[in-house]
Structures are given as structure tokens and as C-alpha cells.
């Protein structure tokens, strides 16, 4: 079982998907799987996907048919083995130590789910988007501890999820094709019925 299995949805991102793979070929976190789900793309993203393929043996590609955010997801949730999930959105990047840290705070914590802030980024630079507050560092918390939890932007790319408990609780994505806001259905289901959210204010 690798420590955390990183799922990567595409569809048409050739701008910007070097970039993101790069990131995640370097992190310093070893064992870890990165599927790619490859949504029917129509650009240059499905070349670029067998470059880092052949480079990198801890690359999985799925190749499937235009279907949408949501299908993809959960096409990628269901091949995934770590013990941890990711998800690093294909026109992102990340930090090259990010899932070690994040990794032994989860494990030092027994977590659910890890949560971090993150940065918006752009040719002026980058501006750091504080998602996580001072008041939710220290011992991991719940819904029961902290109903403002509920109030956190529903971005789920700055959090690692333990796979057991997404399992346990059947939190997936809605597959519904051409919707919008997939995601934060994922978000609100997890960050509910988690007991444990560890919190630290580190962008990555």
C-alpha cells in the first residue's frame, strides 16, 4: 500500500499540465501513486501524460472517455490504493516536500483529513488564501468542536484524506456529466462526518 495515492483529473489542460506533473514527480514523499484521468482530452494533454509515463513508474494514466469532473474523480478514487488521497487539480502545482508534511501531520494526528491553505498564483505572483485560521491549529477537531468548519471556501485540493474513511462513509462525487461544483459536494460530505480534521496554516 504507498503512504498516498495523488489523483490528477484532466481534460484539456496541455497550458498548464507539464507544470503540475513536474511538481508531483519531485516530491519528496516516495511512495506515493499518481493516477491521471485523462477525460477524453482532445489537446496535446494525452502526450504529455505518456511522457511522464514512461519516465516515471509510480504514473498511472486512465484513459477514458469524455464523461466529465465528477466520473473522473471517482474513476480515479476507485483505482486508488494509498492509504492517503490527494487531489491536485491538473492546473496547479505544489510544493516538493507538501504530501511529506502533510503526510506525518496526518499520522501524527490520527486525522481523517488533513487541511492547508494555499496560494493563488499568476504572473504577479503569488497571494496566500488563509483558509485555515489560527483558532483550528492544535488537536484535530470535528464538526461537534467547530460548526464554522462549515464555513471554510470548499476547496479540495490543500487536504489529504485517509482512504479508509472515504470508503467507510461511501463519500464520492456526484457523476452527474456537465455539472458544475462537483467538488464541493466532496467536500461538505467529508468535512461532516469526519472525526478527526488536523489543520495546519502552511501553504503548499
Known amino acids: 500500500m504507498p503512504k498516498l495515492s495523488v489523483l490528477v483529473p484532466i481534460y484539456n489542460v496541455e497550458k498548464y499540465l507539464d507544470e503540475c506533473l513536474a511538481s508531483l514527480a519531485k516530491q519528496t514523499l516516495k511512495d506515493i501513486e499518481i493516477i491521471c484521468i485523462n477525460d477524453g482530452s482532445t489537446d496535446n494533454s494525452p502526450k504529455i501524460l505518456q511522457k511522464y509515463a514512461k519516465k516515471y513508474s509510480n504514473f498511472v494514466v486512465i484513459n477514458k472517455q469524455n464523461s466529465g469532473y465528477g466520473d473522473s474523480m471517482n474513476k480515479g478514487l476507485e483505482k486508488a490504493t494509498g492509504e492517503y488521497i490527494s487531489i491536485v487539480?491538473?492546473?496547479?502545482?505544489?510544493?516538493?516536500?507538501?504530501?511529506?508534511?502533510?503526510?506525518?501531520?496526518?499520522?501524527?494526528?490520527?486525522?481523517?483529513?488533513?487541511?492547508?491553505?494555499?496560494?493563488?498564483?499568476?504572473?504577479?505572483?503569488?497571494?496566500?488564501?488563509?483558509?485555515?485560521?489560527?483558532?483550528?491549529?492544535?488537536?484535530?477537531?470535528?464538526?461537534?468542536?467547530?460548526?464554522?468548519?462549515?464555513?471554510?471556501?470548499?476547496?479540495?485540493?490543500?487536504?489529504?484524506?485517509?482512504?479508509?474513511?472515504?470508503?467507510?462513509?461511501?463519500?464520492?462525487?456526484?457523476?452527474?456529466?456537465?455539472?458544475?461544483?462537483?467538488?464541493?459536494?466532496?467536500?461538505?460530505?467529508?468535512?461532516?462526518?469526519?472525526?478527526?480534521?488536523?489543520?495546519?496554516?502552511?501553504?503548499?
Open 89 to 204: 487539480e491538473s492546473d496547479d502545482f505544489i510544493e516538493s516536500d507538501a504530501f511529506e508534511k502533510l503526510y506525518k501531520l496526518a499520522h501524527e494526528t490520527k486525522a481523517d483529513i488533513v487541511k492547508a491553505n494555499y496560494f493563488y498564483h499568476s504572473k504577479d505572483g503569488d497571494v496566500l488564501h488563509e483558509v485555515v485560521k489560527n483558532q483550528k491549529l492544535g488537536k484535530p477537531l470535528s464538526l461537534a468542536d467547530d460548526a464554522s468548519i462549515l464555513l471554510e471556501e470548499p476547496g479540495i485540493w490543500s487536504a489529504i484524506y485517509r482512504r479508509e474513511f472515504l470508503q467507510k462513509n461511501d463519500i464520492n462525487f456526484r457523476a452527474t456529466p456537465g455539472a458544475s461544483y462537483q467538488d464541493t459536494g466532496f467536500h461538505f460530505k467529508s468535512f461532516c462526518v469526519a472525526k478527526r480534521i488536523a489543520y495546519t496554516d502552511k501553504a503548499y
